[in-house]
């Protein structure tokens, strides 16, 4: 059974969105910058070289970016979500999204502002809910616990990290 969710809670939601991601994306990322800036220099030879650490430090950022592209990977539901009791689930089936959909859905956040105009005439769909098929609905328990396929949710990651890359070097190229 659908429950329709408000304006407020589709906004709350996104709102806290920022608030709970951005800081696990910085708890990730800061030690791992830590650690990448201040790699101890190896001996060759007589001497001592400093590693080059910043393409691991470039493809670790990746990873961790990606996170927050397939934060509703876990039963359509981020750590928001889940304390808004919101969930992402099929447009058709109302069974929680996979992996892959929430990838789809969410990939749709780098035009973030079009995305909010959406969400506050159609509350229940954004933008990303239309491309991948999906829609936010109040979460009902029963529904929840469908099981997990952890193979979709390494292909989201890894699929997300490729496209970031991707992305990187087309701004790379483009704007020298």
């Known amino acids: 059974?659908?429950?329709?969710?408000?304006?407020?809670?589709?906004?709350?939601?996104?709102?806290?969105?920022?608030?709970?991601?951005?800081?696990?994306?910085?708890?990730?990322?800061?030690?791992?910058?830590?650690?990448?800036?201040?790699i101890h220099p190896v001996r060759v030879g007589e001497k001592f070289v400093s590693m080059d650490a910043s393409p691991v430090f470039f493809y670790y950022s990746l990873v961790v970016v990606s996170l927050y592209f397939?934060?509703?990977?876990?039963?359509?539901?981020?750590?928001?979500?889940r304390i808004l009791k919101l969930q992402v689930v099929n447009f058709g089936t109302v069974k929680p999204a996979n992996p892959i959909r929430c990838l789809i859905r969410n990939i749709t956040l780098f035009i973030w502002p079009l995305e909010a105009i959406v969400a506050m005439i159609n509350p229940g769909r954004r933008l990303g809910d239309f491309i991948a098929g999906t829609e936010l609905i109040q979460s009902d328990p029963a529904v929840s616990d469908s099981p997990m396929h952890p193979w979709q949710i390494l292909f989201s990651v890894s699929f997300t990290t490729i496209f970031l890359k991707l992305v990187s070097l087309f701004f790379s190229d483009f704007f020298g």
């Not at 429950?3 to 589709?10: F, G, Q």
């Not at 397939?70 to 979500?81: F, T, V």
């Open 1 to 38: 059974m659908k429950s329709a969710i408000s304006v407020s809670s589709r906004l709350s939601s996104m709102i806290l969105e920022q608030f709970t991601m951005i800081p696990l994306i910085a708890v990730l990322s800061i030690p791992a910058t830590a650690i990448f800036r201040f």
């Open 70 to 81: 397939n934060k509703d990977c876990l039963q359509g539901r981020s750590i928001a979500k």
